[in-house]
């Protein structure tokens, strides 16, 4: 990978969403120009649906959130301390990384938040 990816550690968050949530509220204070858009990807879903899904242009493994800014997109993708992208995630990132744009994986809201700082430094208060 050539991207940003957050250590594993066992100590972390337990639960991804938490640190997806407190990446988005921790931003709203901090940068509040930067437009912040989820991407509801996860979840099971039946035989029906996925194909419903694509139909619509579903791409799997997806970043769980986009961050716009000036022009400009940065993707990210948040994990639990021990979580790991899947193949079809990497595969999707590594896509996004070759087609210029600036991804990372997290862990922690705290190095998501400085790594946005790194990608749209003037949007920070």
Do not use: C
Request: proline letters at 5%; aromatic letters at 10%; hydrophobic letters at 40%.
């Amino acid at each position: 990978m050539l991207y940003h990816i957050d250590p594993r550690n066992a100590k972390g968050e337990k639960d991804e969403l938490k640190v997806q949530v407190a990446y988005r509220n921790k931003m709203r204070t901090v940068a509040p120009g930067i437009m912040l858009a989820g991407v509801p990807n996860a979840g099971k879903r039946s035989a029906w649906e996925a194909r419903q899904r694509a139909k619509e242009g579903l791409v799997r493994g997806f970043p769980d959130m986009i961050a716009l800014y000036d022009g400009r997109a940065a993707f990210l993708e948040f994990k639990s301390g021990t979580g790991y992208p899947s193949d079809q995630q990497i595969e999707t990132l590594n896509r996004l990384h070759k087609l210029g744009f600036a991804v990372g994986i997290f862990r922690s809201a705290e190095t998501a938040i400085e790594w946005t700082r790194q990608q749209f430094p003037d949007a920070f208060l």
